[in-house]
Nanobody, 127 residues
Framework: QVQLVESGGGLVQAGGSLRLSCAASGRASRTISNNGMGWFRQAPGKEREFLAGISWNGGSTNYADSVKGQFTISRDNAKNTVYLQMNSLKPEDTAVYYC?????????????????WGQGTQVTVSS
């Protein structure tokens, strides 16, 4: 079993930045280094939305059009941690943010492609 724990969420004013972290732990945590990782978010009353994905070695990234140029995903396999740098935040970015470990070495946009999920961290952007 792999546990993913997100941190770094909170309250920020519009135009501000946050950096989310997702730390993997557990007996199988070593395998996370071989898996793609992704970030999703879910706002109240809305479906879960893919934001960004990164391949096992960080060599490939992909983003939803809605956050391209605004969010940056990265990873540090030595620390079993994935990051999401969020800049120029807007009130519509308010949501619970989740990280997830993909079933393969790459990270697509479909939620079905992910095996492990964190509990989420709340991000609230005030106007």
């Amino acid at each position: 079993q792999v546990q993913l724990v997100e941190s770094g969420g909170g309250l920020v004013q519009a135009g501000g930045s946050l950096r989310l972290s997702c730390a993997a732990s557990g007996r199988a945590s070593r395998t996370i280094s071989n898996n793609g990782m992704g970030w999703f978010r879910q706002a109240p009353g809305k479906e879960r939305e893919f934001l960004a994905g990164i391949s096992w070695n960080g060599g490939s990234t992909n983003y939803a059009d809605s956050v391209k140029g605004q969010f940056t995903i990265s990873r540090d396999n030595a620390k079993n941690t994935v990051y999401l740098q969020m800049n120029s935040l807007k009130p519509e970015d308010t949501a619970v943010y989740y990280c997830a470990a993909a079933r393969s070495s790459f990270a697509g946009a479909g939620a079905d492609g992910y095996r492990y999920w964190g509990q989420g961290t709340q991000v609230t952007v005030s106007s």
